[in-house]
């Protein structure tokens, strides 16, 4: 059966319209990688400077505060960071996934370091969701998950004031005992093409915890980063260690969120740029084959009409 020309070159014609719209959306993600990319590695230096003024007033003042109490663990809270539109390839699955194969087991997400100890968790845990994103907000739902709120509204980089009522709500609901421990869940930026879902304890405020987040970012990032070794005299406190503490420790609840929600449009960016190459490099393939395909299909008809006009010709003489 001979292959219909008219029909390959209409493929032709609708893959090349589907590769112009994705060399575009790549050319735009890659713009917007940009811009998130320096917001996310900008905020870094900051991250760790306030670590470590946190480990030296931790060290030096006693008093329990309501945001370093540790408590045995019934009911947690997980921020999970996502996107709002798919076409990222497997940004959105990844996280999914690692939230999912940690929720099946709560007790391991119970741990507390007390005093350098592990404390195994309870078995008996209640998990609420708030969704960053709209595939979050799906997953909880899907998965029946208590999903207590939904911001599905962010920009595609998000600024502090995004973060804050995000922050303002976990700081208070663990203040007032409605969570034992507060988790993040977040895509690391690591580069333009690999990026990692990472789960983060956010409350109560651990040094260890603290210690792995930072590790992290400056493993990952190339700029110089500051000295963690200062002195304790190197501060002056203002009006007294306690009261610095009181206002810094919210304010570093906030700086976490606020990162992951960077480092979280950083990785979507550059997931969908990298998708969006590949789906033109697919469609530039494509085209060369459906392009041979044309050339066979249309070679094998003149070879035909030659055929049947030699055979025309032999039958009248």
């Known amino acids: 059966m001979p292959v219909n020309t008219k029909a390959i070159k209409g493929r032709i014609k609708s893959v090349s319209s589907t590769k112009k719209i ?14 998130a990319v320096n917001a996310a590695l900008d905020t870094r230096t900051y991250a760790t400077l306030a670590w470590d003024l946190l480990v030296s007033l931790s060290k030096t003042e006693k008093t329990q505060l309501p945001l370093l109490a540790v408590r045995p663990v019934q009911k947690i809270l997980v921020i999970i960071v996502t996107s709002n539109r798919g076409l ?12 999912s194969a940690q929720l099946k087991n709560p007790a391991h997400i119970a741990k507390q370091t ?21 595939k979050g907000a799906d997953f909880a ?25 995000i922050a303002k709500m976990a700081i208070e609901a663990y203040e007032s005992k409605s969570y034992d421990k507060v988790i993040v869940a977040y895509t690391d930026f690591r580069s333009a093409i690999f990026q990692l879902a990472k789960m983060r304890q ?29 002195k304790e005299e190197a ?28 480092e979280s449009a950083a990785s979507e960016h550059s997931a969908r740029m990298m998708a969006m190459r590949s789906a033109s490099d697919a469609a530039e393939d494509m085209i060369k084959e459906l392009n041979l395909n044309f050339n066979k299909a249309r070679q094998a008809g003149i070879t035909q009409e030659i055929a ?10």
Do not use: H
């Not at 390839?89 to 690692?98: E, L």
């Not at 007390?114 to 709209?134: H, L, R, W, Y």
């Open 22 to 35: 994705t060399k575009a959306m790549e050319m735009i993600a890659a713009a917007k990688m940009r811009k």
């Open 88 to 99: 990222c390839g497997s940004f959105n699955s990844n996280i999914i996934k690692k939230v």
């Open 114 to 134: 007390v005093g350098g100890k592990e404390v195994p968790g309870n078995e008996n845990i209640t998990i609420d969701v708030v969704g960053i994103g709209k």
């Open 141 to 165: 739902k899907k998965m029946n998950y208590n999903l207590v709120a939904a911001y599905t509204n962010m920009t595609d980089t998000p600024n502090v004031n995004d973060a804050l009522p």
């Open 202 to 230: 956010v409350l109560p405020i651990s040094e260890t915890d603290l210690e792995k987040m930072i590790t992290g970012v400056e493993n990952s990032d190339k700029k110089e980063m500051p000295d963690k070794n200062l």
């Open 235 to 262: 501060y002056l406190f203002e009006p007294n260690r306690l009261d610095v503490l009181q206002t810094i420790l919210p304010r570093l609840v906030e700086t976490q969120i606020y990162q992951a929600m960077l």
């Open 308 to 317: 049947e006009i030699a055979g025309g010709a032999a039958a009248l003489e």
